[in-house]
């Protein structure tokens, strides 16, 4: 996510998915199309290491964490976590995530790295 908030704040903004759709294919960017900024960022913060209380502040990502709950029948608690790869993935696009472990390695690196988590800022 940080080259992608980075690109942005160099690019001085992005366009909007109704105006340049994404198509899923290799190729050249139409760069006219992609000049037409409608929002932009200044900054983006990094949530810290094993931090449930900073990814809690954060809630966002290129996953997103979309809620929380505990298991009925072992009352493990997770986090509710949604993947933009569609619904062929995990839970139908989301999957369950431990929270509150007491680990060295921390619960955010529970999923095969795959949370680099970072939140803008504005």
């Not at 080259?3 to 899923?24: K, V």
């Not at 139908?92 to 949370?115: N, Q, S, T, V």
Request: proline fraction near 2%; hydrophobic fraction near 35%.
């Amino acid at each position: 996510m940080e080259s992608a908030f980075e690109f942005i704040i160099n690019n001085n903004g992005i366009t909007s998915e109704a105006h340049y759709p994404y198509n899923g294919n290799d190729g050249t960017c139409n760069t006219n199309e992609a000049a037409s900024q409608i929002t932009n960022i200044t900054d983006y913060e990094a949530v810290p290491t094993n931090s449930e209380g900073e990814l809690l502040k954060a809630l966002n990502h290129g996953v997103a964490v979309v809620g929380y709950g505990e298991s009925s029948d072992d009352e493990a608690k997770y986090w509710i976590v949604k993947n933009s790869w569609g619904a062929e993935w995990g839970e139908k696009a989301y999957i369950r995530m431990k929270r509150d472990i007491d680990a060295e390695e921390g619960p955010l690196w529970d999923c095969h790295g795959c949370f680099l988590s970072n939140y803008l800022i504005n």
